[in-house]
């Protein structure tokens, strides 16, 4: 399987995690000129959220948590802020997530992984 085709298999994998645990799902692959959003959902709670998933084969090279590093972060505090000027939410409750999947099929969800500061 080809990375892309792994890629939007673990994006629909975390999608289908995220609509059992409540949350619906907004937008997939959301593009602007500034990065790309994932998913963007709205949480049980009704927090918009813009989630992020990495996919790792192994931890041999780190856990897929820690590969949303400081410069993919800013990517999607820029991307999210234009999603929310876009869609009139500036003044919604907001938080990023990651959903990390791991080799074994395990997924990890990280609830308001990083903020403002990044």
């Known amino acids: ?5 792994t890629g939007s298999a673990k994006e629909e994998q975390a999608a289908r995690y995220l609509k059992q645990h409540g949350y619906q799902i907004l937008e ?16 049980p709670e009704g927090t918009l959220v813009a ?3 990495k996919y790792r084969s192994s931890t041999a090279y780190g856990d ?4 949303v590093d400081w410069k993919k972060r800013q990517h999607m505090l820029r991307a999210f802020r234009l999603y929310l000027l876009q869609h009139g939410g500036l003044e919604q ?4 997530d990651v959903i990390a ?6 997924l990890q969800h990280l609830e308001n992984a990083f903020g403002e500061g990044g």
């Open 101 to 106: 999947i791991y080799g074994d099929g395990h």
């Open 51 to 53: 989630c992020e998933v």
């Open 93 to 96: 409750e907001a938080r990023f």
């Open 28 to 43: 997939r692959n959301y593009y602007t000129r500034a990065g790309e959003l994932d998913i963007v959902c709205r949480s």
């Open 64 to 67: 897929p948590l820690e590969a």
């Open 1 to 5: 399987m080809n990375h892309r085709k």
